[in-house]
């Protein structure tokens, strides 16, 4: 079994920024084999896509919408994954989740997930 916990969200004002962590954990998980993603949810809308990260950090992907101004990386020997947010707008407000998926890196078909932590941006 693993365990995802995210943390690192919070009350902020557009344009400022914040840095999610997510980490790892469980008996039998290897951090470094597992690919890596962030989602969110706003209210009343769908999970949406955010960022992934490959095992080894060599290939990430983006949401449109994020691209040049969230950054996903992660730090194996931690077994933690982060999402740093810049230039934050009241559209970024949603619920953030952290995914792990067995090795390769896609947007989809994540295997587990944490239970999230809140980021709301007040214009």
């Known amino acids: 079994q693993v365990q995802l916990v995210e943390s690192g969200g919070g009350l902020v004002q557009a344009g400022d920024s914040l840095r999610l962590s997510c980490a790892a954990s469980g008996r039998t998980f290897t951090f470094s084999t597992y690919a890596m993603g962030w989602f969110r949810q706003a209210p009343g809308k769908e999970r949406e896509f955010v960022a992934a990260?490959?095992?080894?950090?060599?290939?990430?992907y983006y949401a449109d919408s994020v691209k040049g101004r969230f950054t996903i990386s992660r730090d194996n020997a931690k077994n933690t994954v982060y999402l740093q947010m810049i230039t934050l707008k009241p559209e970024d407000t949603a619920l953030y989740y952290c995914a792990a998926r067995k090795a390769r890196v896609s947007r989809t078909d994540y295997d587990y997930w944490g239970q999230g932590t809140q980021v709301t941006v007040s214009a």
């Open positions: 990260i490959s095992l080894l950090s060599q290939t990430t």
